[in-house]
């Protein structure tokens, strides 16, 4: 909660409309990927809270876990991309959007940025023009 209040200090400062944490778990104390209070008091009461009172969003940056071992392990669906981060499934219930970046097994040099929750809503199109929740970028 420190950290919430040196943003509110900043904020009073230097107005912003935009916060950008990255990563995630430099601005929060304890066992926070273990610790569900924790990472709820933080973002609902915190962080939510702040950002309502102050009109501004916010961009979180967090980790995934390490990757399987097994290079040819089948790559996750989409939809369970949403809880690849290392942590309490609260870290994507209180989200609005989720969105993965992973490099795309086998193929250096070439990512896969996946909207995993609400990505039916974010209007991306694939090279034929159909609706994905998935693109490549290189």
Same mark, same amino acid.
């Given at each position: %909660? *420190?950290?919430?209040?040196?943003l509110?200090?900043?904020?009073?400062r230097?107005?912003?409309d935009?916060v950008?944490?990255?990563?995630? +778990?430099?601005?929060?104390?304890?066992?926070?990927?273990?610790?569900?209070?924790?990472?709820?008091e933080?973002?609902?009461?915190g962080?939510d809270t702040?950002l309502?009172?102050?009109d501004a969003?916010?961009?979180?940056?967090?980790?995934t876990?390490?990757?399987?071992q097994?290079?040819?392990?089948?790559?996750?669906?989409? *939809?369970? %991309?949403?809880?690849? %981060?290392?942590g309490?499934?609260? +870290?994507?219930?209180?989200?609005?959007?989720?969105i993965? +970046?992973?490099?795309f097994?086998?193929?250096?040099?070439v990512?896969?940025?996946?909207?995993?929750k609400?990505?039916?809503?974010?209007g +991306?199109?694939?090279e034929?023009? *159909?609706r994905?929740?998935?693109?490549y970028i290189?």
């Amino acid at each position: %909660m *420190e950290f919430i209040a040196a943003l509110k200090a900043a904020h009073r400062r230097w107005p912003f409309d935009v916060v950008i944490i990255d990563p995630l +778990l430099s601005f929060v104390a304890a066992e926070f990927g273990k610790d569900q209070k924790i990472i709820s008091e933080f973002l609902r009461k915190g962080l939510d809270t702040l950002l309502a009172e102050i009109d501004a969003a916010a961009f979180v940056i967090h980790h995934t876990g390490k990757p399987p071992q097994d290079p040819g392990g089948s790559e996750k669906a989409d *939809e369970e %991309m949403r809880y690849a %981060m290392i942590g309490t499934s609260e +870290l994507t219930n209180y989200f609005r959007a989720v969105i993965n +970046l992973s490099a795309f097994r086998g193929t250096a040099g070439v990512y896969r940025l996946t909207y995993s929750k609400r990505g039916a809503k974010a209007g +991306l199109v694939d090279e034929n023009g *159909e609706r994905t929740t998935r693109i490549y970028i290189e």
